[in-house]
């Protein structure tokens, strides 16, 4: 039996916003069909429509975190999906490599000291980075995501997640952005 999802169940499934989910479902990027006025998902064909569109994967991810075993995570999951991945532990120097190289992807830890999350994020919208930014958090009430939320982040990741989850992220917002 086939196994159909509701937009909500995707969003978890491809680690995204369900706001994204249903942008793609509107304009015809994702398989998906409507029931009344809900979308739905074959988890089938979504995993096909994955595997089909894996080949436009961007190249480079920049991830900032003040927790190296987070870094060194995220560069070992990216590294065999042949990802070119820049780490670095504070929103200083996060800042100082957007400003030098061209990433498609910021992961974003929320909360640093000296430069939290949120401040790097605004400084990085100010510089105009292309880059798609995404939220990490192990604070998911906190009001530093609330505050970061209103700057527009591609999604949300929760700490604690493992090496599969990372590719898993980072494969499903390639294909989203690369569709969008």
């Known amino acids: 039996m086939t196994e159909i999802l509701t937009a909500q169940e995707l969003s978890a499934y491809l680690?995204?916003?369900?706001?994204?989910?249903?942008?793609?479902?509107q304009?015809?990027?994702?398989?998906?069909f409507k029931i009344?006025?809900?979308?739905?998902f074959k988890r089938e064909l979504i995993d096909r429509w994955l595997e089909k569109g894996a080949g436009h994967a961007p190249k480079k991810v920049l991830v900032v975190d003040d927790e190296p075993a987070i870094c060194e995570m995220y560069k070992?999951?990216?590294d065999r999906k042949k990802f070119q991945v820049d780490i670095t532990y504070s929103g200083k120097q996060a800042l100082e490599l957007a400003a030098v190289n061209s990433?498609?992807?910021i992961?974003?830890?929320l909360k640093m000291p000296v430069l939290t999350g949120v401040d790097t994020f605004k400084e990085i919208k100010k510089m105009n980075v292309r880059a798609l930014v995404v939220i990490v958090t192990a604070y998911p009430d906190s009001d530093l995501l609330v505050e970061a939320m209103?700057?527009?982040?591609?999604t949300v990741i929760l700490k604690p997640f493992d090496l599969v989850e990372i590719q898993k992220s980072v494969e499903s917002l390639s294909l989203m952005t690369s569709r969008v």
Not at 150 to 154: A, D, E, S, V, Y
Request: charged share 25%.
């Open 36 to 40: 009344g006025s809900e979308w739905r």
């Open 27 to 32: 304009q015809g990027e994702i398989p998906s």
């Open 107 to 109: 992961f974003l830890d």
């Open 15 to 25: 680690k995204i916003t369900t706001t994204t989910i249903y942008k793609l479902a």
């Open 76 to 78: 070992r999951a990216l």
């Open 103 to 105: 990433y498609d992807y």
């Open 150 to 154: 209103k700057l527009g982040p591609l």
